[in-house]
């Protein structure tokens, strides 16, 4: 299995307070992603990083922002939280920025906001 | 726009029986796609991919599927189905983006499996 670590698993937040979670990995892979995921929607995407401090949009990035300091980590900040962010969040690695190059997965952050 | 329809929500199998999960991807150039696999509770792992030469592609844990262009399909199979297959099946198409590419996911097909 890939080295990929999500922090924290679950956690429980209110309305319009700020939520970090971390993505931390050691396969030294360049390219990281933030999807959610949420029933009958698939995952999507929210962020992602082609490397340290190069980040991007994805198609669902409103409300979001990112960080990519070191290699190995990858933040993702809800700045207000509110009701509509209650999902599953997961961050996936990948080597190549070519479309047929595989991407992994972390196990996912629960997050739920009341 | 580039899309993922997996037209079945649930599919009930007997342990044993075979399975065919369907995926129809929407995408103007040579697809590159993918199935994933996510069991309750945890993360999703790669069961295949295909993204040029052969249309028949295998994976692990016995699972293959066949890409048809001519039905923009890459329906996944497996000839007996396990109790531990039961799970949530994910097809995925790999679309270019600015300094990288996304996944863009079906809305999956979550697998029962009748003892």
């Known amino acids: 299995d890939a080295g990929i670590t999500q922090s924290p698993r679950h956690k429980v937040t209110e309305t319009g307070t700020p939520v970090t979670l971390r993505c931390h990995q050691t396969?030294?892979?360049?390219?990281m992603y933030w999807y959610r995921q949420d029933p009958g929607h698939g995952l999507r995407l929210i962020h992602y990083?082609?490397?340290?401090?190069?980040?991007d949009k994805g198609e669902v990035s409103d409300g979001y922002s990112v960080s990519r300091s070191k290699t190995e980590d990858f933040l993702l900040t809800l700045e207000s939280a509110t009701s509509s962010q209650t999902s599953v969040y997961f961050c996936?690695?990948?080597?190549?920025?070519?479309?047929?190059?595989?991407?992994?997965f972390g196990p996912g952050t629960r997050l739920t906001v009341t | 726009a580039q899309s993922v329809t997996q037209p079945d929500i649930h599919i009930t199998v007997s342990e044993g029986a075979s399975l065919e999960l369907r995926c129809n991807y929407s995408?103007?150039?040579?697809?590159?796609l993918f199935w994933y696999v996510q069991s309750p509770g945890q993360g999703l792992q790669l069961l295949l991919k295909?993204?040029?030469?052969?249309?028949l592609v295998q994976g692990i844990k016995g699972f293959e599927a066949e890409f048809k262009r001519s039905q923009s399909s890459f329906n996944l199979r497996k000839p007996s189905v396990h109790w531990s297959d039961a799970a949530e099946y994910f097809c995925?198409?790999?679309?270019?983006?600015?300094?990288?590419?996304?996944?863009?996911f079906g809305s999956g097909t979550r697998l029962l499996v009748r003892p």
């Open positions: 295909y993204f040029s030469g052969d249309t």
């Open positions: 990083s082609y490397g340290v401090k190069d980040t």
């Open positions: 396969e030294n892979h360049r390219y």
């Open positions: 995925a198409v790999g679309a270019p983006m600015d300094s990288s590419y996304k996944l863009i």
């Open positions: 995408y103007g150039a040579t697809p590159y």
């Open positions: 996936a690695i990948s080597e190549g920025n070519l479309q047929g190059a595989e991407q992994y």
